[in-house]
């Protein structure tokens, strides 16, 4: 008789964590992404802005489960899921049938109903969106040196960035850094330091889900970098010349965001009920309601534990899914499934150089002590030795010199 079959649709920090939970257990493993590399999510702002390459901060998910004798890696889009016949349908109609299914395919940006944005403001979720930003970005300062307009050169050198969650802060703070110490002394025409940056965030503080005190000393820190900061004020138009804010405009050619997140549409097809973000409501078990063979780990869950709602952060995400893994088993021996409980090690943000907001408990840090514990805490849990050592090397030379070595690209995104 064949072993149970436990397909895994998305390998990022849900998937790849509940695989690897069943790396000595006998069962037949199926990955299923439809990206050939798992992505270390927290440092993509460093690909976008010139920082790392994307080696650094990605490696191929066949190489990582190569070891894991019991697993099949398939590069395929998963589009619909039939829980009745217990079965998956990939992008080129090939079917896959489960004994159990792990659904951990994440989630996308959301523009608020404004798809139309999406062409001249982009969103930073994949690699592909990194390099579009990386690109959109160098471009603008290239173009910027071309023109003869004060008014078009301005606009070519004014950036906004849409959202002051964790993402946009990171954004806005770098691209603060690159206008005022990276590119100095690289154009003629202009002098980059002037370059206008302009976070927008629509509550009355960045980093809404940090406590007060900490919002207020990264507003600071992002301030003293440079940063225009807009708090409360919600974005009414995008397009090709810039942003509309009520009757207030920005004119900027360059516009990213960091503003929506909407869950994967796989959810779905699970047939049951989502929240209002498209999240499954799974079981305190994170199995599907009336579904104990399926389970959904990381940011498509809805799940609450000790009365608060779970976060939709990598450190959830790689919990759920080793807690998957563990129900899994415990299936398999015909015992109980448990329910999930979330440990809270706090949260880290980073600004820029030396600047930072940190709370674990009930410790609160900012500026170079909280930028410290961020460094150490990514370079750790980077997957695999080699990308430690190249984005150490990469950060020891950037934070001397102020270079950002990857400002290689192509001008066809314009
Ligand atoms: C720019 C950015 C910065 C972030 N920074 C931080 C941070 O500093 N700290 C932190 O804790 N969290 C951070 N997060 C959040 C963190 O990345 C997520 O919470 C975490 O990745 C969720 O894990 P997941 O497994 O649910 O989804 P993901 O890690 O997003 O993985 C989903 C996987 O599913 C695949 N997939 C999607 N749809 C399909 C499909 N239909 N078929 C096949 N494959 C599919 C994707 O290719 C992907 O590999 C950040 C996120 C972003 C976008």
């Avoid at 964590?17 to 299923?32: D, K, Y």
């Avoid at 139309?116 to 910027?144: M, N, S, V």
């Avoid at 899914?321 to 409980?341: D, S, T, V, W, Y």
């Amino acid at each position: 008789m064949l072993p149970p079959h436990v397909v895994i649709l998305g390998c990022g920090f849900g998937g790849l964590w509940a695989a690897q939970g069943l790396a000595r257990a006998s069962v037949q493993v199926t990955v299923v992404d439809r990206a050939n590399h798992h992505l270390f999510t927290p440092l993509l702002y460093q690909v976008a802005t010139a920082g790392l390459s994307a080696p650094a901060i990605a490696g191929p998910i066949r190489h990582i489960l190569a070891r894991q004798k019991n697993t099949t890696v398939l590069l395929a889009d998963a589009t619909s899921i039939d829980p009745v016949a217990r079965k998956v349908v990939l992008d080129d109609a090939d079917v896959l049938h489960y004994d159990f299914l792990v659904v951990a395919t994440g989630s996308t940006h959301s523009y608020f109903g404004n798809d139309a944005w999406a062409a001249h403001a982009p969103g930073l979720k994949t690699l592909e969106d990194a390099f579009d930003i990386r690109a959109r970005i160098l471009l603008a300062f290239e173009r910027a040196e071309r023109e003869e307009d004060p008014a078009r050169r301005a606009a070519w050198l004014t950036f906004v960035v849409v959202g002051g969650g964790a993402t946009g802060v990171e954004l806005a703070g770098t691209l603060a850094e690159i206008a005022r110490h990276t590119l100095p002394g690289e154009f003629r025409r202009f002098d980059p330091r002037n370059a206008r940056v302009v976070l927008v965030e629509g509550t009355d503080r960045v980093l809404p889900p940090y406590p007060p005190s900490l919002s207020q000393r990264a507003r600071a820190q992002l301030e003293r970098l440079g940063v225009t900061v807009w708090l409360g004020r919600r974005v009414t138009g995008i397009d090709e010349g810039g942003v509309s804010l009520g009757n207030d405009r920005i004119e900027a050619r360059t516009v990213l965001w960091a503003a929506g997140v909407a869950s994967s549409p796989l959810g779905g097809s699970l047939g049951a009920p989502l929240d209002r973000a498209g999240r499954v409501l799974v079981a305190p078990d994170l199995s599907v309601p009336a579904h104990p063979e399926i389970f959904v780990a990381g940011d498509l869950a809805a799940v609450s534990t000790d009365g608060k709602p779970v976060p939709g952060i990598a450190p959830a995400a790689k919990q759920m899914g080793r807690h998957i893994a563990r129900n899994i088993l415990l299936a398999l021996e015909k015992k109980p499934a448990r329910p999930f409980r979330y440990r809270d090690w706090g949260q880290l943000a980073t600004i820029g150089r030396s600047a930072a907001v940190a709370e674990m408990g009930p410790l609160r840090l900012s500026g170079f002590a909280a930028w410290l514990v961020w460094l150490v805490a990514h370079i750790y849990f980077l997957i695999n030795f080699r990308n430690r050592v190249v984005v150490l090397i990469d950060w020891a030379s950037s934070y001397f010199t102020y270079n950002r070595y990857a400002r290689i690209v192509s001008r066809r995104v314009l």
